[in-house]
T-cell receptor, first 114, second 112 residues
């Protein structure tokens, strides 16, 4: 089944702990993205990567880190420096070459900091 | 920097009534505009893009550069249209690829 897989769906973390959210895609897409979704604030871009071994900060990158060692994987680490980490996180991918603007989204991961 | 504004958090209409979801944007260059939709328990997905000028599920949207708007319209609402709708903008300059800026979303509720 082709698409984007995010794990875990639900995650609880104690304050001061780092946590890593997984995002895997088998669509052969070059570009991948992480968005944060909060009620009333829509989707805000955290990080994006247009090619392996390269990534750029989005609008709210502080307190987050990413890596892109493989084309199909783009994990997001929520560090203890993130002041308000409780949120719903969405991963997406797109074909870099195709000029469509279409992003394909995962089902999301809900992080709760206790 | 670009910005997308959706002024309504919630829009409630009766089945068969016309629907208009508002979207305004600010961007100094030439943008591409999109509508994404998230149905209950489903993933966020592309509904339509302005460049295609097509009607999807009865919805249309016209880019009005003078008013910097991209409102989503449907003449007759159906129950299955109930969902969260996001307007999004892609800046065609800056090398950001398919990086999109999203609005805050409008929850459409179609009542019987």
């Amino acid at each position: 089944d082709g698409g984007i897989t995010q794990s875990p769906k639900y995650l609880f973390r104690k304050e001061g702990q780092n946590v890593t959210l997984s995002c895997e895609q088998n669509l052969n897409h070059d570009a991948m993205y992480w968005y944060r979704q909060d009620p009333g604030q829509g989707l805000r871009l955290i990080y994006y990567s247009q090619i392996v071994n390269d990534f750029q900060k989005g609008d709210i990158a502080e307190g987050y880190s990413v890596s892109r060692e493989k084309k199909e994987s783009f994990p997001l680490t929520v560090t203890s420096a993130q002041k308000n980490p409780t949120a719903f996180y969405l991963c997406a991918s797109s074909s870099r070459g195709a000029d469509t603007g279409e992003l394909f989204f995962g089902e999301g991961s809900r992080l709760t900091v206790l | 920097a670009q910005r997308v504004t959706q002024p309504e958090k919630l829009l409630s209409v009766f089945k068969g009534a016309p629907v208009e979801l508002k979207c305004n944007y600010s961007y100094s260059g030439s943008p591409e505009l999109f509508w994404y939709v998230q149905y209950s328990r489903q993933r966020l997905q592309l509904l339509l893009r302005h460049i295609s000028r097509e009607s999807i599920k009865g919805f249309t949207a016209d880019l009005n550069k003078g008013e910097t708007s991209f409102h989503l319209k449907k003449p007759f609402a159906q129950e299955e249209d109930s969902a969260m709708y996001y307007c999004a903008l892609r800046a065609l300059k800056g090398g950001g690829g398919n990086k999109l800026t999203f609005g805050t979303g409008t929850q459409l509720k179609v009542e019987l």
